[in-house]
């Protein structure tokens, strides 16, 4: 069974920074494909950024340059560096994992990030 466990998340004002992590549990990290997807609430859920397990990693466009993505498979935990934070950045964010062996997915419960000031 595999878990995903979001946490980092809280209030920030405009131009600052926060680092949400993602840690996995019951699962052969490695082999997982993992993204950040955020939902603003009345709005769409957005794909934010991914990284594959070799390492390349894609954004959105709205975040290019300010948010980055890691990983770090020996501690089962996927990242997501925010900085430059403004308040369109408002949003649930939720780790997901893509199991590219047994092809499932799963979501972590999401993590609030509120930029405010």
């Known amino acids: 069974q595999v878990q995903l466990v979001e946490s980092g998340g809280g209030l920030v004002q405009p131009g600052g920074s926060l680092r949400l992590s993602c840690a996995a549990s019951?699962?052969?990290?490695?082999?997982?494909?993992m993204a950040w997807y955020r939902q603003a609430p009345g709005k769409q859920r957005e794909l934010v950024a991914t990284?594959?397990?070799?390492?390349?990693?894609t954004y959105v466009e709205s975040v290019k340059g300010r948010f980055t993505i890691s990983r770090d498979n020996a501690r089962n935990t996927v990242y997501l560096q925010m900085n430059s934070l403004n308040p369109e950045d408002t949003a649930v964010y939720y780790c997901?994992?893509?199991?590219?062996?047994?092809?499932?997915?799963?979501w972590g419960q999401g993590t609030q990030v509120t930029v405010s000031s």
């Open positions: 019951g699962t052969i990290f490695s082999r997982y494909g």
């Open positions: 997901t994992g893509h199991d590219l062996v047994l092809s499932r997915d799963y």
């Open positions: 990284i594959s397990t070799g390492g390349s990693t």
